[in-house]
């Protein structure tokens, strides 16, 4: 049964300064809906609320819920909030960001963007290219777009580009009329248990795709070759380097400022044909593969191909995509969200290719206790393409769980596994300090992490 939402209610986002969150809640205040909010503390995301016109609390209290009506929760928000008891003692209407995304997106068709990695990335692609035609799409993005300074945007035409969270199984309930599955790694064991369930759960979400539509899955990903395998409707095509890919990868060059690559197309029944000279301002095999996936969407929905590559090649980037933020002594800094040891391993395999003669050093804040417990043995391996790490203290995202092992060991492990030299930072001033000392020449500095490190990091300049 579909909620009905009239203009006259007034929804409440508890966490509403998150990426995802704001992106909905801002889409809503567009279409014509009373929407506020709250969170625990301010951030760029809800300077771009209060700059549309929404109201946002700081801190939860339920004083904050006075006239609301109906509540959205984030999947960050916990049982004991004093809002979301509140709320349930008043029996208001409580639903995730999910559910509402579902409901709203119910309006139109989606393409939409799942997997463990290169959401954010993907789905800005489709965005660009989409935007380089007359069809102006509605875009809720988990990554603020550089051409329009936000994460999400109403547009005038009835589709809508959505990326979607796995972290809590919501992403079953938009309905999806082209879909995109880029990987599927081990996360958020914490909601799902097993893989199996994982995989389930994505295989259930591809057979949503309806026979008008069509999914596109990377079988780079070994989770997503195990998953194909499963699949009782074969309304899909496959993209990559792999040989078998309906639109195989081909010749791949990376410089510095650009990725460049062809596509051979082969799909059941239609003749085989090749898209040469593609050229992405980004960096990175894997970005090369989500430029793939976004092109292969275009051509499905019959975009010229001269409007595809115009609008990659004109693509700005999303924020805290390895952003450059500072040069400093001769070294550059950039600021990068990968948190994840396959990301973390892709970023810097590409930022190797491009960066031959410089050395690399990587600073990383580990995000969630239960992440760093559960991917212990990946994270000291996936650090091979550096030839510095400098390990933060661990952003535990509040999560109240303890370390399962010694972090000065740790240390020492990634130091042994991925033969990197390793350095233990204890807080933001004790890396502004390290940096000063140690920071010249030819470097490429990165920060990685989805906690605090992105401000750390745009802090240096004024500390150094």
């Known amino acids: 049964m579909k909620i009905k939402i009239a203009k006259s209610e007034v929804i409440h986002f508890i966490g509403i300064g998150g990426i995802g ?72 209407p409580i639903y ?67 990326e979607l969270d796995e972290s809590d199984g919501s992403f079953l309930k938009v309905q999806p009329t082209y879909s995109i599955i880029t990987n599927i790694d081990r996360e958020h064991m914490d909601y799902y248990k097993t893989m199996d369930k994982l995989l389930n759960l994505f295989g259930e979400y591809i057979n949503k795709v309806p026979s008008f539509g069509k999914s596109f899955i990377c079988i780079d990903d070994k989770n997503n070759l195990k998953l194909i395998k499963s699949l009782k409707i074969k309304n899909y095509n496959t993209y990559g380097i792999h040989q078998n890919s309906n639109f195989r990868i081909n010749k791949p060059v990376q410089t510095r400022a650009w990725s460049i690559f062809d596509l051979v197309i082969s799909m059941p029944g239609k003749k085989t044909f ?7 301002p980004i960096i990175g095999l894997h970005n090369i593969r989500n430029a793939t996936a976004a092109i292969a969407v275009a051509i499905s929905l019959g975009i010229p191909i001269i409007k595809i ?22 070294a550059i800094f950039f600021d990068d969200y990968a948190h994840h040891p396959t ?33 212990k043995s990946e994270f000291i391996k996936c650090f091979k393409q550096a030839d510095e790490v400098i390990l933060c203290p661990v952003f535990a995202a509040g999560e109240n769980i303890k370390l399962k092992f010694d972090y000065e060991s740790f240390a020492k492990e990634i130091s042994y596994r991925s033969k990197v030299q390793t350095y233990l930072i204890k807080d933001k001033d004790n890396l502004a300090k ?31």
């Open 343 to 375: 990301e973390i391993k892709e970023v810097l395999n590409g930022v190797k290719t491009a960066y031959s003669s410089e050395k690399i050093v990587c600073i990383f804040q580990p995000h969630r206790v239960s992440r760093l417990n559960d991917l």
């Open 274 to 280: 090749s898209i040469n000279n593609i050229k992405i």
């Open 434 to 464: 390290f940096v000063k000392q140690n920071i010249y020449g030819k470097k490429i500095v990165i920060g990685m992490g989805a906690g605090t490190i992105s401000n750390w990091i745009k802090e240096l300049p004024n500390i150094i």
């Open 309 to 330: 590559k115009d609008g990659l090649k004109k693509f700005k980037g999303v924020q805290r995509r390895f952003n450059k933020i500072f040069d400093y002594k001769g």
């Open 96 to 162: 995730k960001r999910g559910d509402m995304l579902g409901h709203i997106t119910s309006l139109t068709k989606n393409i939409v963007v799942v997997g463990s990695h290169g959401k954010t990335t993907t789905t800005s692609l489709v965005a660009g290219i989409l935007s380089s035609t007359n069809l102006d799409p509605t875009i809720i993005n988990g990554g603020v777009l550089k051409s329009f300074n936000n994460s999400a945007r109403l547009g005038k035409s009835n589709w809508s580009i959505v």
């Open 21 to 92: 969150m704001s992106g909905l809640a801002l889409v809503m205040r567009r279409m014509g809906f009373k929407v506020q909010g709250s969170d625990i503390s301010f951030n760029k995301n809800i300077e771009r609320l209060k700059k549309n016109g929404i109201k946002v609390y700081i801190g939860h209290d339920k004083k904050n819920l006075l006239n609301s009506t109906i509540i959205v929760i984030s999947s960050a928000v916990k049982k004991n909030n004093i809002e979301y008891i509140s709320a349930q003692k008043k029996n208001l």
